[in-house]
């Protein structure tokens, strides 16, 4: 039996594969949750057994399937906790199973790293962007490591591991060409579709840098006032009325500025992947822009 693996990354439209086209397919579908993935990243490595989680992901699979795709964005790790446990649940992954051939979705990091910092805001989050990102504060939660976020040598670990290449899913290709990003997925996969696929909500709700600044506010007086959690206790139809008017008076630095600053980091980086891998990164002005490449003239 063939193991498919998607492994995320987290905000590359992994809930929208795993809800409107992974259960499409016409091959069995398993989507990763609970203890196995605890087991993955944190257990401890003498109580890890590699044929238990095999086991688990692949109980209720008919064994005489000639393909299975066992999907979580948890497989590479935690974001908030700056990757740390990537490197074992991948490694334990690979000891699970060793001849997997893997999917990885990938987003440009500039819409990347401001969609995982709204999700840590709708959570409380109460850190400026630029603290978050600081490789010289303080470490802990709710940091996002900015080397985690190069691609190219996280894709070459993962060939060098798995024996080849991952197939990757373009983030951006999906928003602006999903038919080509479908049939792409499907090539790679030897399946096709049965049933209709949703376009569903792929555009993320459009949050400015003064609403952003104004719901950091809100969490902050919030964790002032003894909320572990940093939510102010509002039925959200509230609370956003309160972002919106609190928005329009917020002060402070811009967070894409913060956004800006790491061009230079990711530009060159961002130029390799897209020759190695021939993954059409400047065709299109929008997707140029989140892999801070040059727009197309």
Same mark, same amino acid.
């Given at each position: 039996?063939?193991?498919?693996?998607?492994?995320?990354?987290?905000?590359?439209?992994?809930?929208?594969?795993?809800?409107?086209?992974?259960?499409?397919?016409?091959?069995?579908?398993?989507?990763?949750?609970?203890? !196995?993935? &605890?087991?993955?990243?944190?257990?401890?490595?003498?109580?890890?057994? $590699? =044929? #238990?989680?095999?086991?688990?992901?692949?109980?209720?699979?008919d064994p005489s399937c000639e393909a299975v795709l066992i999907s979580s964005e948890a497989f590479t790790g935690d974001p908030f906790l700056a990757? !740390?446990? &990537?490197?074992?649940?991948?490694?334990?992954?690979?000891?699970?199973? $060793? =001849? #997997?051939?893997?999917?990885?979705?990938?987003?440009?990091?500039?819409?990347?790293?401001?969609?995982?910092?709204?999700?840590?805001?709708?959570?409380?989050?109460?850190?400026?962007l630029q603290e978050m990102l600081d490789e010289a504060g303080h470490w802990g939660p709710g940091w996002l490591d900015p080397e985690s976020f190069l691609y190219t040598p996280f894709v070459a670990s993962l060939a060098e591991r798995f024996g080849s290449p991952p197939h990757l899913l373009v983030y951006e290709h999906l928003q602006h060409d999903r038919d080509r990003y479908l049939g792409d997925l499907l090539a790679f996969l030897g399946a096709e579709l049965e049933g209709a696929v949703s376009a569903g909500r792929m555009n993320e709700a459009a949050v400015g840098d003064r609403e952003v600044r104004a719901r950091r506010a809100l969490n902050r007086l919030a964790l002032n006032r003894g909320r572990s959690q940093g939510v102010l206790p509002l039925p959200r139809s509230?609370?956003?009325?309160?972002?919106?008017?609190?928005?329009?008076?917020?002060?402070?630095?811009?967070d894409q500025l913060v956004l800006d600053a790491l061009a230079d980091r990711y530009r060159p980086d961002n130029l390799l992947l897209d020759e190695r891998y021939g993954l059409r990164l400047g065709e299109h002005p929008a997707v140029a822009a989140s892999w801070y490449l040059d727009a197309p003239t």
């Open positions: 039996m063939q193991v498919f693996l998607h492994i995320g990354l987290h905000k590359t439209a992994t809930t929208y594969l795993q809800n409107q086209v992974f259960p499409r397919l016409s091959m069995p579908f398993v989507q990763a949750a609970g203890p !196995v993935l &605890r087991r993955l990243g944190w257990q401890q490595g003498y109580l890890f057994d $590699p =044929d #238990a989680v095999r086991a688990s992901l692949l109980a209720g699979i990757y !740390v446990n &990537r490197e074992q649940a991948l490694d334990r992954l690979h000891r699970a199973f $060793p =001849d #997997a051939r893997v999917l990885l979705g990938v987003r440009g990091q500039r819409t990347l790293l401001w969609s995982l910092y709204k999700h840590q805001l709708r959570f409380g989050g109460a850190r400026p509230i609370q956003a009325g309160v972002v919106r008017t609190a928005g329009r008076l917020a002060r402070g630095a811009p």
